[in-house]
């Protein structure tokens, strides 16, 4: 089932009046889904108790929302760790619309960070603010509700024969004790990938295990793949994805339907430079009959190949846009798509939205 019905199949489970409180897996057992379905329904709860369909009890233990309950001053939204160590939490679109907050970051104290890290949603319950209100509000978090990630990219050195983790950026101001890195043979300033066992707080420090050791800090690539791993970028596309890509090759051919203007006969031009990673952006300019200027904007119709809620969607909406780096592009969509079906090439047809614009000699 698709998330949308996963996540309603589990509102009716909860919702039901002989529901007890239980944990996210034992809903999926209870619901009879397969071991490799369990992650998905732990997911799809995180969603609906972000959303506020669904709260977590006691013990993490999973009740249904209580309409018109107040919910007092606890507000899920998403962290911001300043380098100072303390942070700020913009409360979802959720939170906001139900009138729980106005839609202001909420200031989180160092002391009062807890584990959380930057991209975290959390929730946060509100301080009083001892006769200060024009500071705005003021928070601690008492509950990381979902990781952004758990895997980060950071330096490895030693100190005192142990080894550490610099992670890359502000993220963590000290270094994550990361164990016996034998196992991967890494060496002292290489860049590595290190999965997180205990988020760094107040109380005590980050410890993780090194997953991946990328290369020497400094060798051509490193920094390349350093930057896939730190923002999680996939260059290989699912094989559905890459299947629905070639049924969609299949099916086009270079001719003008019915419901498409034709502009073939136009002379038009594309203003990426002979260098550019792909063919997507095009202007075409014309006098005329009674002495105006008609400009032409056109920008190839990617969406046509992208049915909705197919793979090819999925992945789209999975990688927002394509990400160019110094020696590679990651595309949004397989090559297939992006430098075939969609990139505006010479002397082929190739579909389009465009908008022309008339324009006075003036330029009015």
Avoid: C
Avoid at 285 to 293: A, K, P, Q, S
């Amino acid at each position: 089932m698709d998330d949308l019905e996963l996540e309603r199949t589990i509102v009716e489970f909860v919702q039901r009046p002989v529901y007890r409180p239980v944990k996210p897996r034992v809903i999926a057992r209870q619901l009879g889904l397969p071991k490799s379905e369990w992650m998905d329904v732990k997911k799809a709860v995180k969603r609906l108790v972000r959303r506020g369909e669904l709260e977590y009890g006691s013990n993490h233990l999973v009740q249904p929302a209580e309409p018109g309950k107040p919910k007092g001053n606890r507000i899920v939204g998403v962290f911001r760790r300043a380098e100072g160590g303390f942070g700020f939490v913009r409360p979802s679109a959720t939170a906001a619309a139900a009138g729980e907050t106005e839609v202001r970051d909420i200031y989180i104290p160092q002391k009062k960070v807890g584990d959380a890290s930057t991209g975290d949603t959390v929730a946060v319950r509100l301080l009083k603010q001892g006769g200060r209100p024009s500071i705005g509000p003021r928070g601690e978090i008492v509950e990381v509700v979902e990781r952004q990630t758990h895997r980060f990219v950071g330096t490895y050195f030693e100190y005192r024969g142990a080894g550490q983790v610099q992670v890359d950026g502000p993220l963590f101001t000290k270094p994550i004790s990361v164990g016996d890195p034998g196992a991967h043979n890494v060496d002292v300033n290489d860049k590595v990938v290190v999965e997180m066992i205990r988020f760094p707080s107040q109380l005590h420090r980050g410890e993780g295990v090194i997953v991946e050791v990328l290369g020497p800090r400094g060798k051509p690539g490193v920094d390349t793949l350093s930057i896939l791993r730190e923002f999680n970028l996939v260059e290989e596309f699912a094989e559905d994805a890459l299947e629905d890509a070639r049924q969609q090759a299949e099916a086009f051919d270079e001719s003008v339907p019915p419901d498409r203007f034709d502009a073939t006969g136009e002379m038009i031009l594309t203003i990426d430079p002979a260098d550019a990673r792909d063919f997507d952006d095009a202007i075409s300019l014309v006098r005329t009959e009674d002495g105006n200027w008609r400009l032409g904007v056109h920008i190839a119709d990617v969406a046509h190949f992208v049915r909705p809620k197919s793979a090819l969607d999925r992945e789209a909406r999975d990688r927002a846009t394509s990400v160019y780096l110094p020696d590679r592009v990651i595309p949004m969509l397989p090559e297939l798509i992006s430098n075939g079906l969609a990139s505006l090439q010479p002397d082929k047809v190739r579909y389009t939205k465009s908008v022309y614009i008339d324009f006075t000699p003036e330029g009015l």
